[in-house]
């Protein structure tokens, strides 16, 4: 069974920092774009960063970008999200989704139309 599987999340003070995870089970993500979009209390979810399933291209989101760095770890099947200077507007549930796609990405990858499969969540919240 394909299985994403989110983690990391949790309290942190505005100004920290959180590494979140998304480990694979049941594929390899050799061959997948990997994508984390976030969604807050009462708002549309949306796309945070993308990485392409070579690592050699990357996107992201205005609001995140200097802040958030993507990354991956084929051999370990999980792809990472690097949350620093974290604001209290960062607050949200952060999920990974997978699509079987090998090419560059663009900022069209943030749009969640294009995921296949989509992890449970992991929550964050910036707060003092």
């Known amino acids: 069974q394909l299985q994403l599987v989110e983690s990391g999340g949790g309290l942190v003070q505005p100004g920290g920092s959180l590494r979140l995870s998304c480990a694979a089970s049941?594929?390899?993500?050799?061959?997948?774009?990997i994508g984390w979009f976030r969604q807050a209390p009462g708002k549309e979810r949306e796309g945070v960063s993308c990485i392409s399933s070579s690592s050699e291209s990357t996107h992201y989101a205005d609001s995140v970008k200097g802040r958030f760095t993507i990354s991956r770890d084929n051999a370990k099947n999980t792809v990472y999200l690097q949350l620093n200077s974290l604001k209290p507007e960062d607050t949200a549930v952060y999920y990974c989704?997978?699509?079987?796609?090998?090419?560059?990405?663009?900022?069209?990858?943030?749009?969640?139309?294009?995921?296949?499969?989509w992890g449970q969540g992991t929550q964050v919240t910036v707060s003092s």
């Open positions: 989704a997978a699509v079987e796609f090998d090419g560059v990405v663009t900022e069209l990858m943030l749009l969640e139309a294009w995921y296949e499969y």
């Open positions: 049941g594929f390899t993500l050799d061959d997948y774009t």
